[in-house]
């Protein structure tokens, strides 16, 4: 597996899926989320809400991952995975590791080959960037998958610098 760190747009990778740094109800929301749902387009929305109508009535659970198709985005998916928010507590270094394995979990379930990340719980969640820098490389590299590239995108230099500097 090669990891690579860089600045830039999550919504323009040209990757197999990008994670969507989403919350429990997947309708959409600020930040990475709100991005992802506007460039993809109505699509997406629809199918979040098939989900929601089906298999995940209540939402998905902290720690855990889906895929979706990927509507106008150049990615072939989304696969969405609720980050801990740190200040509604969820402080649990193992409930951070779990949206990122999850997510190479559900790649390798599509298919996926390439996988573009956030720096998820990262930014409104509250979780210190050098802290999900860590947890995030530490679970991707310890996850045993067979992607073959996991690509850490991000917007901000410092955030960038954290990356940067395990993988």
Known sequence: ?????????????EVDAVVNAANSSL?????VDGAIHRAAGPGLLAECRALRGAAL???????????TGAGE?????????????????????ALLASCFTESLRVAEEIGASSVAFPAVSGGVYGWAM???ARIAVE???????????????LLDPDAHAEFAALV
């Open 1 to 13: 597996m090669r990891l690579e760190a860089i600045i830039g747009d999550l919504t323009t990778q």
């Open 27 to 31: 309708l959409g929301g600020g930040g």
């Open 57 to 67: 009535p209540d939402g998905l659970g902290v720690g855990q991952a889906v895929a």
């Open 73 to 93: 985005l150049a990615a072939r998916w989304v696969i969405h995975a609720v980050g801990p928010n740190a200040h509604a507590g969820q402080k649990d270094p």
């Open 130 to 132: 050098r802290d999900v």
């Open 139 to 153: 679970a991707v590299r310890g996850s045993g998958s067979r992607v073959e590239l996991v690509r850490f995108v």
